[in-house]
């Protein structure tokens, strides 16, 4: 998606809730998936990562609008695919 879209205003970036131990192992994943976007690592308890990021398990995606607001996010309960997330995403774009 972020290939497909960045022209259109799409900003993709990923964001591991590994512990910071695991965060060779989580760049050689990111690495392999040719993922040439921003990757961070929020390095915080727990607690303070569900707060931030809106759900306790992992993974997930956040969709934020142009505004900075929170318009979607995906967990692991909702079974998503990045089918799922590009529908929602590109009426976004126009």
Do not use: W
């Amino acid at each position: 998606m972020h290939q497909r879209y960045k022209d259109s205003g799409l900003v993709c970036m990923s964001v591991s809730l590994d512990e910071p131990k695991s965060e060779a192992r989580s760049l050689a994943f990111l690495k392999k998936v040719n993922a040439t976007f921003e990757n961070y690592l929020l390095n915080e308890v727990d607690d303070v990562k569900e707060e931030k990021v809106g759900t306790p398990a992992a993974p997930g995606a956040l969709v934020i609008g142009k505004d900075g607001r929170r318009l979607k996010l995906f967990t692991a309960d909702d079974d998503f695919t990045y089918a799922d997330i590009e529908a929602f995403v590109r009426p976004l774009l126009k």
